[in-house]
């Protein structure tokens, strides 16, 4: 059972338990019950996945940590524990790769988070030739002008460090990047090849 401790004017004043926050959100998102907060740079929609031709293993904290909510300052803090993510099977994979399987990461960005992904990422690639690394707003049907602009770029995993990971986990989806389709989403994929 997740523990959120939830705080507003300077005062603690909710303490719950949730079935997890995996069962309260997807790709990002963090739901408190009906306080419906999310961090502000992880708009409700982004999700960062992996991509690969081969089935891929879910991962979960070896413990539960707490959560806290500062509303106030407009925060939460997830005590920043290196285990503390979770990679969930990410169903909607082919909407966005031709890659057959996906698990979602469910994190706030930490360098030893992202040294635990490139060692999850390098031992994928043993058993494939290469995973892709998305970062993308979860989306319906997109229009021609509506679709989205794909920035890609490939490397080998021995130039893999976590600077490529914090780039495409911190990219931004509305950046404007074309003129002529100002409303258009940037998606990121970085391709890692053995």
Not at 28 to 54: H, Q, T, W, Y
Not at 64 to 80: A, C, L, S
Not at 110 to 130: N, P
Request: with cysteine.
């Amino acid at each position: 059972m997740q523990k959120i401790q939830t705080v507003r004017d300077g005062l603690d004043f909710l303490n719950f338990g949730a079935a997890g926050l995996e069962s309260a959100s997807l790709c990002g998102i963090i739901c408190a019950d009906n306080l419906n907060l999310a961090k502000e740079r992880d708009c409700v929609s982004i999700c960062r996945f992996i991509a690969s031709d081969m089935p891929l293993t879910e991962f979960a904290p070896s413990q539960e940590y707490p959560v806290k909510i500062d509303i106030d300052k407009g925060t939460i803090d997830d005590g920043g524990a290196d285990d503390n993510y979770h990679l969930l099977t990410f169903d909607s994979v082919k909407d966005y790769s031709d890659k057959d399987y996906g698990v979602y990461l469910e994190w706030d960005y930490t360098d030893g988070r992202a040294k635990q992904i490139v060692e999850y990422i390098r031992t994928v690639l043993q058993k494939t030739d290469s995973v892709e690394f998305w970062n993308v707003w979860l989306r319906g049907y997109y229009e021609y002008e509506e679709r989205p602009f794909i920035h890609r770029k490939t490397i080998s995993i021995e130039e893999l460090t976590t600077e490529h990971i914090k780039e495409i986990n911190d990219a931004v989806i509305w950046n404007v990047p074309d003129k002529m389709y100002p409303e258009r989403p940037s998606f990121y994929c970085l391709t890692i090849t053995r």
